[in-house]
C-alpha cells in the first residue's frame, strides 16, 4: 500500500493526506466536471478502485458517456471494476428514505475488498442530495461517520453539492463536516478550509469557539460570488402569489441586480422592478408554496441580462434564491454554439473524410495501435464502415490487416511530431486513398483521407491514352514533325519520312530548310521566327525530296513553350497537297486561256459602256451585244421600266407597258418561282442577290437567264426601290450541257478501250497458257491453270469497264447485272470439269464505284474459283450461291448474319456479300488470312482495301461472308 500522502489530480490541492474528506459546491454540471475528471484520474493512476455516486440531475449512463471523451477505455475499466458508477437515486435509497447504516457498511467493505484486490485502496465521490424525507440531522450525523471512515482507512472521499438544493444555512453545515471546502468564486476555483469540523468532534468545546466558527462560516456566505436572498411569498386573498418582500440578502445582491443592498432587503420585487415579468412571482410562489426547489436560467428583461437561479424552500411561504449574472457566460456560450455549429458543419459537410485518433503505447513507449474518438460521415464513406463500428475501437481491432505502410506512417508521425502525406491502395475500402496524416497534440493523430481512385482511374486512362497516341501518330497519313528551340528535328513519324523519301534517322538532327530549295530557305527562317514569338498559323510549302522532286505540303504549326514561358520548339502536321498543286497547275492553264477570253469580254463591255455614256442608242446597242437588260421596280409605287434588251430577252412586244411584279413573276418557269421570290424576298433585308433561273418568253420559248438585283432603301432603312440586270445565258448553258455529253462520250470511250485491252491481254494470257500445255517440260496443269486463273481476273476487270460503256453512268456499276456476266463466264469456263454444279444468285441492284467494284469483282472471281476447284472432288449435285443486298435492306427484311468479334469493332457497313458452296469446306487447320494460297491472299489483301470486313464459316461447306462499304474517292 502507497503512503498515506497522495495526488488529489486537482491543482488548487495538489497532493492531500491520505483519508482525505473534503467537498465541492458547484451550480452547473461544467462546474461538476472541471473537479470530477482530474480527481478521477488521478485515482486511476494511483491504482485505486473509483466509485462515483452520481447527482439525480445526472444518470450512471449519461455520467458513463461525459467520461468517454476523457476516459476513452471506460469500457475496459467498468468490466475489471476499477471504475463503478451508481445513481444516487440506486444508492440506498428506498422509498424517497436513505439508509445511511447500509451505505456506511457498505463502503467499508469496498474498501476491505480494494486492498485485498491488490488495488492501493479507494477513492469515493459522493453526490447525495437532500433525501425527501428524514431529518437533516440525520444527514449531517452521515456525513460525521463517513469522515470517520475515511480517517481510519486508506480512503479518499469528495462529496459534492447542488448549490440550487442546499440552503445558505445547510451549505454551512455541510462545510463544517468536512476538511475543506472547493468553491468557485468569480470563475475561479478556491479551497476553504473548515473550522467547524474539530469543534463538532470535541463538544467540551466554549460557546465562544463557536461562535467564532459561525462568524468565519457567515464572511464564506458574505463571499459568494452568488447573489443570495430570502423572501417571503405575498399572496391575494385567493392563495395566489402576488409578490414577494426580500427579508435578507448578501453583499452580492448588489453587483447582480444593480440595486444597492440597503434599498433591497425590507422592498418588494414589483416595488423595486414595476414591470417585472409575473414569472418570477409565480416560480419563487410556487417553491415557496409547495417546498418543491427550483433550478433554472431566464432573461430578465428589467435588467437586460440572464440569470441562473437556484430557488428553495426555507419554510411555507418563505424561500430562499440563489442567482448569478451569467450574460457575459451566455454570450461566450452562443458565441462558442456558433463557433462549434461552423466547426461541425464544416466537419460533418467536408468531401475530404476526417478522423480523430488516440495513440495507443506499449510498455516502451512506442505507438502500436490507434484508436477512434471521432470521424465525420465522409470518413465513414472512404472506408465504407459506419461511426459505431468504429468509435472508442482501435485500428487493429477493425481492420487486422490494415496497410503496414500506413501504420509505419503513423508511427513516424507519433513520435516526431511531424506530419505525412501518401497514398495507398486501401485493401479494406477497395479504392485509392491520399492520406494527410498530422499530430494535433502528443499522443493524438488526426487523418485526412480523399478518394482518389478516379484520379487513379484518369492517370490510368491518360497513360493508355498516350499509348494510343503514340500509335496514332506513327500510323497517321500526315506527316509530323517536332522540332527543337533551334529548328532541329528532334521526331519525326514514318509517313513524314516516307513523303521525303528519306529514312526517319536521315531527318533526325536536321533543320527545316535543309529540305527546301535555296530561294525557300529564308522564308522558312522566318515562319520559324513566328514560332519563337508564338505565332501559330497554316500554310502552303514545297519541300524538296530525296530524288528532287518537288513536295508541296499544307503545314499546320503548333509553338511549344514550358510551364515558364520559355520556348522549347514546335510541332508541324504536314498535309500533302502534291497532287492538288499538279491540278492546279494545270487549271490555272486552262483559266489563262478563260480569262484572255474575259478580258476580251471585258474589253467589249468597257467599249460598250463608254459608248452607252454617248447616247442611249450605244447603250441599246451594247445591251444587245452582250444580251442584257436592265430594270427597275418601285416597290410602294408599283411602277417598273425595262431596257429594250429585256423585251428582248422576255419576248415582250416593246409596244407593251412596262409589266407589274406579277407579270413578271408570271414568265418565271413554274418550278422556279419560288427560289426567285425566296432571293426576292433576302433582298427586302439589304441582301443583294445573283442566280440563274429558267423564264418561258411569250412566244413559248425556254430560256435560261442570270439575274443580279439590289434594293434600294431610303434614310429611314425602307425599301423603296429595286433594280438590277438579266442576262440571256441560254447559249452558254447549252453550250456546257454539249461539253458535258462530250465529256461523257470521251470516258464511255476510254472504258471501252480499256476493255478492249484488257480482253487483249486476256488472250495473250491465253495463247500463252496453250503454248505451256504443248511444252514438254511445262506439260503440267498447274501452270495451266496459273494462266487461267489470271486470265479470269482480267476478264473481271474487262466486265466491268464493258458494263460502264454499255451504261448510262460513267462513274457507277450496277453491279448485279454485272455479276451475273461475270458468273456465266466463270460458269463456261470451269463447267466443263463441274457438269452436275449450279449456280443461284440472290441480287439486290446496288450501284458501286470504280475504287469498289474492280476488287470486289476480283474478290467474287477468285472465291468461285476456289469452290470449281476444290470444294466438288467427286461428281455430284452440288452448287454454288452468291447473295448480294445492302445491309439496312437485311435488317428491314430478315437476320443479318451474325459478325465475329474483330467485325462488329468496325463501323457500321452498307452492303453484305456472301459467297457460300456445299461442297467439303476447307480444313480447320488452314487459317485463311494466312495461307500460301495466292487465290486467299488476294481476298485478304482487297477485303483489307475497300476497308470491309470478311468471315468465313465452315459447317456445311465453306460460306464467306463480306461487309464493306462504297469507297467514296
Not at 487513379?456 to 500509335?471: D, F, G
Not at 491540278?583 to 452607252?612: G, P, Q
Not at 472432288?873 to 452468291?882: E, L
Amino acid at each position: 500500500m502507497k503512503s498515506d500522502a497522495g495526488n488529489s489530480g486537482i491543482y488548487i490541492i495538489g497532493n492531500v493526506p491520505g483519508r482525505a474528506h473534503f467537498c465541492q459546491f458547484y451550480l452547473a454540471k461544467e462546474d461538476l466536471m472541471d473537479i470530477v475528471i482530474p480527481y478521477l484520474r488521478a485515482g486511476l493512476e494511483n491504482n485505486e478502485i473509483c466509485i462515483w455516486i452520481t447527482p439525480w440531475s445526472l444518470e450512471a449512463a449519461d455520467a458513463q458517456e461525459a467520461l468517454r471523451v476523457d476516459f476513452p477505455d471506460i469500457d475496459t475499466l467498468l468490466r475489471k471494476g476499477q471504475l463503478e458508477l451508481i445513481s444516487c437515486a440506486s444508492w440506498y435509497v428506498k422509498d424517497g428514505v436513505f439508509d445511511s447504516q447500509r451505505a456506511l457498511k457498505d463502503l467499508a467493505e469496498r474498501i476491505d475488498r480494494s486492498l485485498a484486490s491488490g488495488y492501493n485502496g479507494l477513492r469515493l465521490l459522493e453526490d447525495i442530495c437532500l433525501p425527501g424525507k428524514g431529518s437533516w440531522s440525520d444527514f449531517i450525523d452521515y456525513e460525521k461517520k463517513v469522515d470517520t471512515a475515511i480517517r481510519r482507512s486508506p480512503a479518499t472521499a469528495l462529496c459534492t453539492y447542488s448549490l440550487a438544493i442546499y440552503s445558505a444555512a445547510e451549505v454551512l453545515d455541510i462545510v463544517a463536516s468536512h476538511r475543506f471546502a472547493l468553491i468557485k468564486r468569480e470563475g475561479k476555483w478556491e479551497q476553504i478550509e473548515s473550522t467547524g469540523q474539530e469543534n463538532l468532534t470535541d463538544c467540551g468545546r466554549t460557546e465562544q469557539s463557536l461562535q467564532e466558527t459561525r462568524e468565519k462560516d457567515r464572511r464564506l456566505f458574505e463571499a459568494m460570488q452568488e447573489a443570495f436572498f430570502i423572501a417571503d411569498i405575498i399572496t391575494d386573498e385567493t392563495g395566489k402569489p402576488v409578490d414577494y418582500l426580500i427579508v435578507e440578502a448578501n453583499q452580492a445582491i448588489e453587483a447582480q441586480t444593480g440595486v444597492p443592498l440597503e434599498k433591497f432587503i425590507g422592498s418588494t420585487a414589483l416595488g423595486m422592478y414595476p414591470g417585472l415579468d409575473p414569472f418570477w412571482v409565480q416560480t419563487y410562489g410556487a417553491v415557496a408554496l409547495t417546498g418543491k426547489p427550483a433550478h433554472f436560467t431566464y432573461y430578465a428583461d428589467v435588467q437586460g441580462r440572464h440569470y441562473e437561479v437556484s430557488a428553495y424552500q426555507v419554510r411555507p411561504g418563505r424561500f430562499a434564491a440563489i442567482f448569478l449574472n451569467i450574460t457575459g457566460r451566455k454570450q461566450a456560450e452562443e458565441a462558442l454554439l456558433k463557433s462549434e455549429e461552423r466547426y461541425r458543419m464544416l466537419f460533418t459537410n467536408m468531401t475530404d473524410g476526417f478522423g480523430f485518433l488516440e495513440v495507443i503505447y506499449d510498455r516502451d513507449g512506442e505507438p502500436y495501435d490507434y484508436r477512434y474518438l471521432e470521424i465525420n460521415p465522409s470518413f465513414e464513406l472512404n472506408l465504407g464502415i459506419k461511426n459505431e463500428q468504429l468509435l472508442g475501437r482501435t485500428i487493429l481491432e477493425v481492420f487486422p490487416d490494415v496497410s503496414p505502410i500506413a501504420m509505419e506512417k503513423y508511427r513516424e508521425v507519433s513520435l516526431s511530431g511531424r506530419s505525412a502525406h501518401f497514398e495507398i491502395f486501401s485493401q479494406i475500402a477497395h479504392k485509392y486513398l491520399d492520406i494527410y496524416v498530422f499530430s494535433p497534440e502528443k499522443g493524438k493523430l488526426a487523418l485526412i483521407l480523399r478518394d482518389i481512385t478516379e484520379r487513379k482511374r484518369m492517370e490510368n486512362e491518360l497513360q493508355e491514352s498516350e499509348e494510343k497516341y503514340r500509335n496514332l501518330v506513327e500510323t497517321a497519313s500526315e506527316g509530323i514533325w517536332m522540332a527543337d528551340a533551334e529548328a532541329r528535328a528532334v521526331y519525326v513519324n514514318k509517313s513524314l519520312a516516307e513523303m521525303l523519301g528519306y529514312t526517319q534517322d536521315e531527318i533526325i538532327g536536321k533543320f527545316a530548310w535543309d529540305f527546301a530549295d535555296d530561294e525557300d530557305k529564308p522564308v522558312v527562317r522566318k515562319y520559324f521566327e513566328k514560332k519563337r514569338q508564338g505565332i501559330d498559323e497554316s500554310y502552303e510549302f514545297k519541300f524538296i525530296r530525296k530524288d528532287g522532286s518537288p513536295f508541296w505540303t499544307i503545314i499546320s504549326s503548333k509553338s511549344l513553350f514550358d510551364k515558364a514561358g520559355k520556348f522549347t520548339g514546335s510541332m508541324g502536321m504536314l498535309t500533302d497537297i502534291t497532287g492538288r498543286k499538279e491540278a492546279e497547275s494545270r487549271l490555272e492553264k486552262a483559266c489563262d486561256n478563260l480569262e484572255k477570253l474575259v478580258e476580251a469580254r471585258t474589253a467589249e463591255l468597257e467599249k460598250a459602256y463608254t459608248s452607252l455614256k454617248e447616247s442611249e442608242k450605244r447603250l441599246a446597242e451594247a445591251q444587245k451585244m452582250a444580251h442584257i437588260g436592265h430594270w427597275e421596280w418601285g416597290i410602294a409605287t408599283e411602277d417598273s421600266y425595262w431596257s429594250d434588251e429585256l423585251y428582248r430577252i422576255f419576248g415582250r412586244d416593246r409596244k407593251e407597258p412596262y409589266p407589274t411584279y406579277q407579270e413578271f413573276l408570271n414568265y418565271i418557269h413554274p418550278d422556279d418561282r419560288d427560289y426567285v421570290k425566296s432571293a426576292a424576298n433576302r433582298a427586302m433585308n439589304g441582301e443583294p442577290y445573283s442566280i440563274d433561273y429558267r423564264i418561258i418568253s411569250s412566244d413559248g420559248e425556254e430560256r435560261t437567264v442570270h439575274m443580279q438585283s439590289q434594293v434600294i432603301f431610303d434614310e429611314n432603312n425602307t425599301p423603296v426601290r429595286i433594280k438590277g440586270i438579266v442576262q440571256d445565258i441560254t447559249d452558254r448553258k447549252q453550250t456546257e450541257e454539249a461539253l458535258a455529253k462530250l465529256e461523257k462520250i470521251r470516258i464511255k470511250e476510254i472504258h471501252h478501250r480499256i476493255k478492249n485491252n484488257l480482253q487483249v491481254i486476256s488472250s495473250l494470257l491465253d495463247l500463252q497458257a496453250e503454248t505451256f500445255s504443248q511444252l514438254e517440260t511445262c506439260k503440267t496443269p498447274e501452270v495451266v491453270e496459273a494462266f487461267m486463273e489470271s486470265q479470269n481476273r482480267v476478264i473481271s476487270m474487262a466486265l466491268i469497264h464493258e458494263e460502264l460503256y454499255k451504261g448510262d453512268k460513267i462513274d457507277t456499276l450496277g453491279f448485279a447485272a454485272y455479276l451475273r456476266k461475270l458468273t456465266e463466264d466463270l460458269f463456261s469456263s470451269y463447267k466443263p470439269r463441274n457438269k452436275d454444279i449450279s449456280l443461284k444468285l440472290d441480287l439486290e441492284q446496288v450501284y458501286l464505284g470504280m475504287d469498289t467494284a474492280i476488287p470486289l469483282g476480283i474478290i467474287i472471281n477468285e472465291l468461285v474459283s476456289n469452290s470449281f476447284k476444290h470444294a466438288f472432288p467427286d461428281s455430284r449435285n452440288d452448287g454454288i450461291r452468291i447473295n448480294l443486298s445492302r445491309t439496312k435492306a437485311l435488317a428491314a427484311g430478315k437476320e443479318i448474319p451474325d459478325r465475329n468479334r474483330e467485325c462488329t469493332e468496325k463501323d457500321n457497313f452498307d452492303y453484305i456479300l456472301e459467297v457460300s458452296d456445299n461442297g467439303k469446306g476447307i480444313p480447320e487447320e488452314i487459317n485463311f488470312k494466312n495461307t500460301d494460297s495466292l487465290g486467299l491472299q488476294l481476298v485478304n489483301i482487297l477485303v483489307e482495301q475497300i476497308d470491309g470486313c470478311i468471315k468465313l464459316k465452315r459447317d456445311h461447306g465453306t460460306k464467306f461472308t463480306i461487309w464493306f462499304n462504297d469507297i467514296e474517292v
